[in-house]
């Protein structure tokens, strides 16, 4: 098991330490906050703990982890409407609420790591979609998420399990 630690630096730049290494990385354009709430724009504060993997099968090859892996579909969502039952939860596109696009036309999603944020219990408004994804290029913030650098999220993902989480702090 492996934590994975997120320290906030200035506005949106943080780094990742897991073990004794450290990568750069961008959290949310609001920088993290202890009170999330949807669209804010902020990474919350917290421990989170990885729940599953998915990738885009045509930009890449899966990644090496041990953690579950999967294709991410062309119809697949995430819905972002608080009001919605399945809030903070996938979902087939078209879907009748706000629900972001998995098959992002940037690269940001190539590999996304789906962290235990606001889904036992979902609480409408908390928060949704907070993932561990793939950096903009450049070096940009997020939306509320966690990014890193395409090969050091590959790199991290060799040394993580189901027991690892992301903790901000």
């Known amino acids: ?5 997120v320290t906030p630096g200035h506005d949106h730049k943080a780094t990742l330490s897991v073990g004794d290494r450290t990568y750069p ?5 609001s920088g993290a906050r202890a ?3 949807e669209g804010d724009g902020a990474t919350p504060f917290g421990r989170f703990p990885l729940r599953r993997v998915l990738y885009r099968a045509d930009r890449g090859t899966p990644p090496e982890t041990a953690l579950s892996v999967s ?4 119809d697949d969502g995430w819905c972002d409407a608080p009001n919605d039952p399945a809030y903070n939860r996938p979902v087939k596109l078209p879907y009748p609420a706000s629900a ?7 690269r940001l999603y190539d590999i996304v790591v ?3 944020h606001n889904d036992d219990p979902v609480v409408p408004g908390a ?3 907070i993932f561990l994804h793939v950096m903009p290029e ?3 913030p997020t939306a509320g998420c966690v990014a890193l650098a395409p090969d050091d999220l590959r790199e991290v993902l060799k040394v993580v399990d189901a027991n690892s989480a992301v903790v901000v702090r």
């Open 25 to 29: 990385c961008v959290i949310g354009r």
């Open 114 to 116: 789906v962290l235990g």
């Open 1 to 5: 098991m492996h934590d994975l630690l």
């Open 35 to 37: 009170d999330k709430h």
């Open 138 to 140: 450049d070096g940009g």
């Open 100 to 106: 972001e696009e998995m098959t992002r036309a940037d």
């Open 71 to 74: 294709p991410i579909a062309s």
């Open 127 to 129: 928060g949704s979609a």
